[in-house]
């Protein structure tokens, strides 16, 4: 199975730590011991996740507050054995940094069939919507590995 995954979104402050974060706990409760990390395609990098990201993350009970938003490149693309990304745009800008990531590379929605939209300066609803499907994403993927 994959014990290094690699969560990939923009900008590594909201969507991608939430599925970061909410897969490790999911994969810690079913009993495996996961590496899991976060970036982004276009990272803010080194900025804390999104003050909404940390309240509704809060809310479950998961720290956010340790988060950092990183760039994803060649190093993080090779150290994962599987990396999820949040809309189809993303497995294309990974390829562009390292080709030799595509085949290990899918959708958050994968079984689904679903992308996620970005809820980066957008309304309540939108971000409840994006972790919503994050949530599903996440409950799907954690079932398989």
């Not at 909410?22 to 409760?29: T, V």
């Not at 809060?58 to 150290?79: F, K, M, S, T, Y």
């Not at 599987?82 to 290990?104: C, F, N, Q, W, Y």
Request: charged share 25%; hydrophobic share 45%.
């Amino acid at each position: 199975m994959y014990d290094r995954i690699l969560v990939v979104c923009t900008g590594n402050i909201c969507r991608s730590p939430v599925a970061e974060y909410l897969l490790r706990d999911a994969l810690l409760r079913s009993g495996r011991k996961p590496e899991v990390a976060s970036a982004g395609v276009g990272a803010l990098v080194g900025d804390p996740a999104h003050e909404t990201a940390t309240a509704m993350m809060a809310a479950r009970g998961i720290d956010l507050a340790p988060h950092r938003a990183q760039q994803a490149d060649v190093a993080l693309c090779r150290w994962a054995e599987l990396v999820l990304v949040m809309e189809s745009h993303h497995r294309e800008a990974l390829t562009d940094i390292d080709p030799a990531v595509r085949g290990k590379t899918f959708l958050l929605g994968h079984w689904g069939k679903f992308e996620i939209p970005d809820p980066y300066k957008r309304s309540q609803t939108v971000w409840d919507e994006a972790v919503g499907l994050i949530d599903r994403g996440v409950t799907e993927w954690s079932r398989r590995l």
